[in-house]
């Protein structure tokens, strides 16, 4: 995996994290970190690490044609980034309006938490996880026992009546640190634009993810 690159979105705790457990997988070159705040890079930049200072979604949308499709994307920001990059590159042409989350969702997704930009949180988790959780594919590290779900498989099946529902899976690349690769915001995008009208769209690994709503309406072109 040494030639693709990867980018760390978010320099805070998580991202630096990150940083440090990739690099039995990358080439330290071959990760950048991504953070609005100068003096969060420096650090990285000291150890080797390719640094752009930039507001993430920005960096998304600015580096859009630069990517390549296997590079790896690490969200470690406190914004759904999937979503945001969507409703950025939505916005010029269309009505992108967030909804709230289907209350039906509560129901059938464990330990569910609301946020304040209208997304739901859940999790598989009533306590906090272990930073450096190897999340094996049958049991819960903590616990021992089995997944009550799997979320990122309940997110990718999900149908809902008079919505259109995509996930973003998350892989798990070091023990605590998750990404997906570029190709999966372009084709989901592409996804999200044939099906004008409510989506759902979440992010998911294994055992915690975030999901919005929102209505997408193209403008009628002239």
């Given at each position: 995996?040494?030639h693709h690159k990867a980018y760390i979105i978010g320099s805070g705790f998580f991202g630096d994290r990150a940083f440090y457990s ?46 390549a499709p296997d590079d790896w994307i690490i969200p470690a920001v406190p914004i759904h980034l999937a979503y945001e990059w969507f ?136």
């Open positions: 995996m040494s990739l690099q039995s997988l990358f080439q330290t070159a071959n990760i950048t970190m991504v953070d609005k705040r100068f003096s969060q890079l420096k650090k990285i930049i000291a150890d080797g690490g390719q640094a752009v200072v930039m507001d993430a979604v920005s960096f998304l949308t600015a580096s859009k044609e630069n990517l409703r950025q590159e939505l916005k010029p042409t269309s009505e992108c309006r967030t909804l709230p989350v289907p209350e039906a969702l509560e129901t059938m997704l464990p330990n569910t938490i609301k946020g304040l930009d209208g997304q739901l949180y859940a999790s598989n988790a009533d306590f906090i996880c272990p930073d450096d959780c190897p999340e094996p594919n049958d049991y819960c590290t903590v616990t021992g026992e089995p997944r009550p779900q799997v979320l990122s498989n309940t997110l990718s099946s999900l149908k809902l009546p008079g919505f259109y529902s995509t996930c973003i899976v998350s892989s798990q690349l070091a023990p605590g640190v998750g990404g997906f690769q570029w190709s999966v915001l372009p084709r989901t995008l592409k996804e999200i634009k044939a099906h004008p009208g409510k989506i759902l769209v979440g992010t998911a690994c294994k055992c915690h993810c975030v999901m919005h709503a929102f209505l997408y309406r193209p403008f009628l072109s002239s």
